[in-house]
């Protein structure tokens, strides 16, 4: 199985439309927060036809109008501040924060671990548990829009990079 994470998308339509014309192959999508307008979450419900599980960010304001747009898609899970899922076998744990997933991580109770807030790319482990920031769709702070491909097969996270 193959899983796209992504995070931090502030408003970027442009790239987020580059990304999601990248991952058809994905079986699911996971969001690791900070999608920031509404109008993106109809983006990325259309664009997106698999399962998708978000978690909000710290830019997400308008819970409510984001709430009221993401029923229209019955694929999309909004799972509020934390997500804990299972995926072919493995027990991931979904947040925003990068200090709270470094937690997670460090309980031994996750395969993978995913998060966004600092835009900053990383692929890491602790003990068993793989810590991955997919970077940022934005790529106003970086200057790179980035996300991560994870296969649940092989436990290996890659990064990509969008032009």
């Keep these: 199985m193959q899983l796209a994470i992504i995070s931090d998308i502030h408003d970027r339509g442009d790239h987020l439309a580059v990304i999601l014309s990248q991952v058809t192959e994905a079986d699911a999508l996971i969001f690791c927060g900070d999608l920031c307008s509404p109008f993106i979450v109809v983006q990325l419900g259309e664009g997106f036809t698999k399962p998708i599980h978000v978690v909000f960010g710290n830019n997400d304001g308008d819970h409510f109008r984001i709430t009221q747009q993401a029923s229209r898609f019955a694929h999309m899970t909004l799972h509020g501040e ?27 109770r996750y395969d993978l671990v995913c998060y966004g807030h600092d835009h900053k790319h990383s692929i890491e482990k602790n003990g068993d548990t793989l810590i991955v920031n997919p970077g940022e769709v934005y790529g106003g702070l970086t200057g790179v829009a980035s996300y991560v491909v994870y ?6 996270a890659k990064r990509r990079d969008i032009g």
């Design 82 to 108: 934390f997500a804990e899922l299972t995926c072919d076998g493995k027990r991931i744990a979904v947040n925003h924060f990068p200090e709270i997933a470094r937690g997670l991580a460090a309980s031994n």
């Design 151 to 156: 296969d649940t097969v092989s436990g290996v």
